[in-house]
C-alpha cells in the first residue's frame, strides 16, 4: 500500500488524471452553456458516442486527425440540433428528450461501426499537444463568454427569466438552440478526444457514462467554469487512484475499486450540490406569451 505514496506514482496519478480529466471537461463546460440557458440536455452520452465515431472513421480512412476531429464537431452541432428541435421548438419534456437522444447515439453509433469497420482498430491519435483555440475553451474562454458578453448576459437572462428576456427583444428559441448546439459540438470533442487522443480506438459503448458524469459535474459545480473544472479534476484524481491501484496490485477488490470515482461523485453531489444557483427556468420550455 505505500508504495501508492511514492513520488514517481505520485507524479504518474496527477498525469493521468489530468489526461483523463479532459473529455470530462469538454462534455461538462459545454453542458453548462446548454444549462445556463434554461435546457438540461440529458443526451450528452449519446453525443459523445456519436462524435466520437465520426471523428475515428473519418480520421480511419482519410488519415488527417485534424479531419475527424472537425466530423465529430459537426456531428455533434447535427445532435445539438436534433435536441433543440425537440425540447425548444416542439418544447417536449427536457429530461425524456435527452434520455432518447442517448439512446439514439448509442443505437446509431453501435450500427454505424458493426456496418463500417466491424471490428476494433486503432489509429495513431494525436499526441500530448495544445490545441489551438479548443485547448483554451474549457475554462478561461466559458467564463469570459459567461461572464463578460453580451451573448453570455443574454444566455443568463434567458436562463433565469425568458419572459422578461423575450420583452426586452432576445430571441429566446435562438439563444437556446445556439447554446444546446454549442454544447453538443463541446460533447463531439469530448468525444473525439477518447477516439482520437486518449485510447485511439472506437468501439460500442465508449464513453461508459461519461456523459452522464458531465452532467452531474455542471451540478457539482454550481454552473460556473472554475466549479466544473475543480469537479472534472477531482473525479479524475479518483479514477486515476483506482486505475494505478489495479496496476500496482494493491490488495483492493478490481470492482470496488472500478466503483469509487462513481461513488465519490454521488457523495460529492448530494453534499455541495447549490440550488440556489440553478438557472430559475431550468428545464422548463418558453412559448410566448406565458409567465
Do not use: H
Not at 433543440?84 to 418544447?91: A, Y
Not at 473544472?229 to 484524481?237: D, K, P, V
Not at 461523485?265 to 453534499?271: E, G, M, Q, R, Y
Amino acid at each position: 500500500m505505500s508504495e501508492i505514496f511514492s513520488v514517481t506514482v505520485l507524479v504518474g496519478i496527477l498525469a493521468s488524471a489530468i489526461r483523463l480529466a479532459t473529455p470530462y471537461l469538454y462534455a461538462a463546460i459545454g453542458e453548462s452553456f446548454a444549462q445556463t440557458s434554461g435546457v438540461v440536455n440529458l443526451g450528452v452520452e449519446g453525443i459523445m458516442l456519436v462524435g466520437a465515431f465520426a471523428g475515428f472513421y473519418v480520421a480511419l480512412f482519410t488519415g488527417n486527425l485534424w479531419l475527424g476531429l472537425l466530423a465529430a464537431v459537426i456531428a455533434g452541432i447535427l445532435m445539438g440540433l436534433l435536441m433543440s428541435f425537440i425540447s425548444v421548438t416542439l418544447r417536449a419534456e427536457q429530461g425524456i428528450s435527452g434520455i432518447g437522444l442517448f439512446m439514439f447515439g448509442l443505437g446509431l453509433s453501435s450500427l454505424l461501426f458493426k456496418t463500417t469497420i466491424g471490428t476494433v482498430k486503432t489509429i495513431v491519435g494525436f499526441p500530448p499537444l495544445k490545441i489551438p483555440v479548443l485547448g483554451d475553451i474549457p475554462i478561461p474562454l466559458a467564463w469570459w463568454l459567461l461572464d463578460k458578453t453580451t451573448l453570455g448576459l443574454k444566455t443568463k437572462a434567458v436562463g433565469q427569466n425568458p419572459a422578461a428576456a423575450d420583452s426586452l427583444g432576445v430571441s429566446v428559441l435562438r439563444n437556446r438552440y445556439f447554446n444546446v448546439c454549442l454544447g453538443a459540438a463541446l460533447a463531439g470533442v469530448a468525444g473525439a478526444s477518447l477516439s482520437l487522443s486518449l485510447v485511439n480506438l472506437f468501439q460500442e459503448n465508449l464513453t461508459a457514462g461519461m456523459g452522464f458524469i458531465a452532467v452531474a459535474l455542471v451540478y457539482f459545480g454550481g454552473w460556473r467554469p472554475l466549479g466544473i473544472l475543480a469537479g472534472a479534476l477531482l473525479f479524475s484524481t479518483v479514477n486515476a487512484i483506482q486505475l494505478w491501484v489495479q496496476v500496482l496490485g494493491i490488495g483492493i477488490p478490481a470492482d470496488i475499486a472500478v466503483m469509487l470515482p462513481y461513488l465519490l461523485t454521488i457523495v460529492a453531489l448530494a453534499v455541495t450540490a447549490n440550488r440556489a444557483r440553478q438557472p430559475a427556468a431550468l428545464n422548463k420550455p418558453f412559448e410566448r406569451g406565458e409567465n
